[in-house]
């Protein structure tokens, strides 16, 4: 008889741990809420798609996918395009005062957001901002740029000088230089730092619910807003949780080898 191994076992028992919830949300979003308030069962008696259908015909819900989905990408593109540069600045030049500029840009990413809701919420709203797809997207661009900043410094770093110097010889711009050579050789730099800022900008909740309000609400918001005279409607909320997990996997399944290496370079 095959035995198993004890670490085997406990990393078994740990998976298991993990998934329960996930189980239980796509569980949850396959019942009917009688069933969800009345009973305790592994699976659903009356397997409904109802619950899903509820989201992808309701404005107010599948709105909430688009809206997030849209200041996700913006906040992805700016903060790539601000890090980069910074990014490099950082691992190539040395200048006065570069380390501490460095260890401040860490400190804006331990601050927590609620420190800046309110004053974010009242220069959006002096500005006719509020309640639009780019004062989400610029504002978690705040704990996003210092992120990307830190990971592809680190990746940048174990990119030799001699290329540098090499492409400006062979007549090279700094542009042309930078696009075709140099981003290719830390592309996996790119991906961990679009996978850390994708997630923390279509998980975070305060800034989003705070800034917006009707045309720019995120599903994060919608999903707290769930509550009707008739009481919370425990199954749509679980298709809703489930559907915000689909694109969060996604991004992990095409960017996980770039983790993978991440983590081996020691900047995740």
Known sequence: MMRVKPSALVMGLYLLFLLLPIYWLVNMSLKTNTEILSSFTLFPRDLTLRNYMVILTDPSWYMGYVNSIIYVTLNVVISLAVALPAAYAFSRYSFMGDKHLFFWLLTNRMAPPAVFALPFF?????????????????????????????????????????IDETAYIDGYSFPKFFVKIFMPL??????????????????ELLLSRTLTSVNAKPIAATMTRTVSASGMDWGVLAAAGVLTIVPGALVIW???????????????
């Not at 991906?191 to 900008?201: D, E, I, L, Y």
């Open 186 to 203: 830390i592309a996996s730099g790119i991906g961990v730092a679009a996978f850390f800022c994708f997630m923390f900008s279509w998980v």
């Open 254 to 268: 095409f960017v996980r080898n770039y983790i993978a290496k991440g983590f081996a370079l020691g900047r995740v």
């Open 122 to 162: 009242q220069l959006y709203s002096s500005v006719g901002l509020f309640d639009t797809h780019i004062a989400v997207a610029l504002a978690h661009c705040l704990f996003n740029v210092p992120l990307a900043v830190w990971i592809l410094e680190g990746f940048m770093r174990g990119v030799p000088k001699e």
